[in-house]
Each structure stands twice: as structure tokens, then as C-alpha cells.
């Protein structure tokens, strides 16, 4: 049986391009980076030099690392998790309404 990270690393294996092929061919990957969520490796003398993901996937990347800058991001991270398991989470939508009436 394969273990789940496996499936994931044959998966990616399976995006690996050359950065000829992204010169020639961009909008392919691009597209395909933006419909399957999936990065793509791109190597450059044979080695990993890059990786092409969505823009949706770098803007969760960049929040996580502004979140973990702070020096007390454990603590907030089990509150959060703690408050969500205790119910007291708020959905997304309902936030952005308040936000938008508060101004």
C-alpha cells in the first residue's frame, strides 16, 4: 500500500518541465497551474530551479508566512483551532458583511 505522501510526490514528479518547455509553451502551464491547482517544477541544468503555482495558492503561501512572522503564532493558531472545535468560529461571508457595514 502506498502511503499518502508518496502519492503526492509521484504526482508532482509527473509535473516536472524543463525551462525550455516553459519558454516555449507558457500559457500551457500557466493555464494548467491555475485549473488543477497542481504546481510544476521547472528545472534548469537538469535541476530544480523554480516552481510555477497559482496565484491563489502564493497568496495563501505569503498570509502563512505573515502569520507565522509573529512571535506568538503557535498560541494564536491553537486559540483559533480551540475556539473553531468550542463552535465559536464565524464563517467567512459573515465577516466580510461586517466589515463592509463598519465602514
Same mark, same amino acid.
Given at each position: 500500500m ?19 518547455? +516553459? ?7 500557466v493555464?494548467?497551474? $491555475?485549473l ?10 537538469? $535541476?530544480? *530551479?523554480?516552481? +510555477? ?8 503561501? *505569503?498570509a502563512? $508566512? ?10 494564536? +493558531? ?5 475556539? $473553531? ?6 464563517? +467567512? ?11
Amino acid at each position: 500500500m502506498i502511503k499518502p505522501i508518496s502519492k503526492y510526490i509521484i504526482s508532482y514528479m509527473d509535473n516536472i518541465i524543463p525551462i525550455s518547455d +516553459l519558454q516555449t509553451k507558457a500559457k500551457k502551464y500557466v493555464d494548467q497551474v $491555475r485549473l488543477t491547482e497542481t504546481p510544476i517544477v521547472v528545472t534548469q541544468r537538469g $535541476r530544480a *530551479a523554480a516552481v +510555477l503555482i497559482s496565484y491563489a495558492e502564493y497568496q495563501g503561501l *505569503a498570509a502563512t $508566512r505573515d502569520e507565522m512572522s509573529y512571535p506568538d503564532w503557535k498560541a494564536r +493558531l491553537e486559540r483559533a483551532e480551540r475556539e $473553531r472545535r468550542e463552535g465559536k468560529g464565524i464563517a +467567512l461571508k459573515t465577516l466580510a458583511r461586517k466589515k463592509a457595514t463598519s465602514r
